[in-house]
C-alpha cells in the first residue's frame, strides 16, 4: 500500500537529529518557555520575514490567541461577526465560537477553493471584526484584493479596543495551516495577512508532533513587542513572568494580569521543529518536484487540477488536490476505494461545514453554499510526502489515468 502520510518513513529520514534535539532538552533539565522555545520562535519569525513568532500548542490556539488579541481579552459586543468560507476544516470556524463572535459563513469563489471576494465584500457590516480566509493545500489566496475590500469598508468599521482602532479596519487574520513556506508575489505566508496561523499538526510539512505558531505585520501606532507581550500572557494564564524568568535570583515574583489560557510550545516540541526548519527548504523542493510529476502526468480535459505554481505565488504544495468534472460524490468514492484495492490511499479536503452536523445546528445549510458543495463532490486528494519514491508517483498516475 502507498500511503496517503508516512509518517514513520518520513522521520526515520532524520531520526538521529530528532533523539539529539530532544535528548538535549531533556539533558537541559528545562522543558517549557527555555532557550529551545526562543530559538524556534526567532527563526520562524526569520523565515517568515517578521519581527515576532509565537509558538503555541496547536494551530486552533493560533487561531483564538489572535482573535483574543483583537478583540483585547475576549471582551466582545453582542453581535461581533467573524466571516469564514465554508470549505475549510472545523477550526477556521470554530475558533469564532472559542471568543463568544458569531460566524458568518460565505461561500467559494465558481471552481476554485479560496473565498469568494465579492461574496466577502457584500457580507462586511458594521458588526464585521474580522475575515479568515484559508490557505487550502498551500495555495495563498489573494490577499492583496482582501485589503484593497477592507479598506473600501473602512468608512463602516467600528472600533471596541485600542487595537481594533489602530488597524482601523476589518482584520485579516490568515489561517495558513497548510501555507508555511508559500510566498505571493515574492512575500512570504506570515507576512501577508494581519495575523496569520500556522499548524504543527503530525499530518503538515512541518511538524513538531502537534503545535502551532502565530506571526503578524507591524501595525502603525502599535509596539510589536507589546502584541508579543499581550499574546504571550493569553497563552500562559495570564501571568506575567514565564517559569523560566522565575528562576533567577530573587525574581520568584509574579502578578496574574487575567484569567486566560495554557496553551504554550514546550521547548521538546521547538526542538523538534528546530530540526525541521533546517531542512525544511529540501522538503519543499521534494514536494515540487512530486507535484510536478503528478501534474505532467495526470493533466487531462476530464479532471481539474489545483495550480501549485505560478508567476504570482509559489505555494508550499502541501496537498494534492484533483477534481474529477462531470462526477458525483458516488463516483469520487467508488473510484477512492478503487484505487485503495489497487494499493493506493487517497483522502478528500474538504466536506464543507455546513454538511457537518455542529454548523446545520447553527442554522447553516450546504443548500447555501453551491460553489462548496460542486468543489467537495468530486473531490480527490492524491499521496503526497517526501518519502514517495519515483516509481511510486508513477504507479500513483498510472492507476489513477486508468480507473478515474
Not at 499548524?199 to 510589536?224: C, M, Q, Y
Not at 529540501?282 to 507535484?291: E, F, M
Request: aromatic share 10%; with cysteine; proline share 2%.
Amino acid at each position: 500500500m502507498i500511503p496517503f502520510l508516512d509518517l514513520k518513513n518520513i522521520n526515520q529520514q532524520y531520526r538521529e537529529e530528532l533523539v539529539t534535539a530532544c535528548t538535549r532538552v531533556i539533558d537541559s533539565g528545562w522543558y517549557i518557555s527555555g532557550n529551545e522555545l526562543e530559538q524556534f520562535e526567532q527563526n520562524f519569525a526569520n523565515y517568515c520575514g517578521v519581527k515576532f513568532a509565537i509558538g503555541v500548542a496547536n494551530g486552533l490556539d493560533a487561531l483564538i490567541l489572535t482573535l483574543r488579541a483583537w478583540k483585547e481579552l475576549g471582551k466582545l459586543k453582542d453581535g461581533d461577526e467573524v466571516i469564514v468560507p465554508a470549505y475549510t476544516y472545523t477550526a477556521s470556524a470554530s475558533v469564532v465560537a472559542h471568543v463568544n463572535a458569531k460566524l458568518v459563513l460565505i461561500d467559494v469563489e465558481k471552481d476554485t477553493y479560496h473565498l469568494d471576494y465579492d461574496a466577502l465584500e457584500a457580507a462586511i457590516n458594521e458588526s464585521t471584526k474580522a475575515v479568515i480566509p484559508v490557505d487550502i493545500g498551500g495555495v495563498m489566496v489573494d490577499y492583496d484584493r482582501i485589503r484593497k475590500i477592507v479598506e473600501s469598508k473602512k468608512n463602516i468599521f467600528k472600533a471596541s479596543t485600542p487595537l481594533q482602532e489602530a488597524l482601523g479596519r476589518v482584520a485579516i487574520v490568515a489561517d495558513s495551516a497548510h501555507g508555511f513556506g508559500a510566498s505571493e508575489g515574492g512575500v512570504m505566508s506570515g507576512m501577508k495577512a494581519d495575523f496569520t496561523s500556522f499548524s504543527f499538526h503530525a499530518v503538515k510539512n512541518l511538524t513538531t508532533a502537534e503545535g502551532g505558531a502565530l506571526t503578524w505585520r507591524s501595525i502603525p501606532g502599535v509596539d510589536d513587542e507589546d502584541i508579543y507581550k499581550q499574546i504571550m500572557l493569553y497563552s500562559l494564564h495570564g501571568q506575567s513572568k514565564d517559569a523560566l524568568a522565575k528562576t533567577k535570583l530573587g525574581a520568584w515574583e509574579y502578578d496574574i494580569k487575567g484569567t486566560y489560557y495554557k496553551c504554550n510550545m514546550t521547548d521538546i516540541m521547538a526542538s523538534i521543529g528546530l530540526v525541521q526548519l533546517k531542512r525544511y527548504p529540501g522538503l519543499l523542493k521534494r514536494r515540487r518536484d512530486i507535484i510536478e510529476r503528478y501534474t505532467q502526468g495526470i493533466a487531462a480535459d476530464d479532471v481539474d487540477i489545483m495550480k501549485h505554481f505560478t508567476d504570482e505565488y509559489t505555494s508550499s504544495g502541501h496537498l494534492y488536490l484533483v477534481r474529477l468534472l462531470g462526477k458525483d460524490v458516488k463516483e469520487r468514492n467508488e473510484l477512492i476505494t478503487r484505487l485503495a484495492e489497487a494499493g493506493v490511499a487517497t483522502n478528500v479536503h474538504f466536506k464543507p461545514l455546513p454538511m457537518h452536523t455542529a454548523y446545520k445546528n447553527m442554522g447553516f445549510d450546504i443548500k447555501d453554499f453551491p460553489h462548496s458543495y460542486n468543489m467537495y463532490r468530486n473531490e480527490i486528494t492524491l499521496p503526497l510526502h517526501t518519502c514517495l519514491t519515483d516509481e511510486q508517483v508513477e504507479y500513483v498516475i498510472e492507476q489513477f489515468n486508468r480507473m478515474k
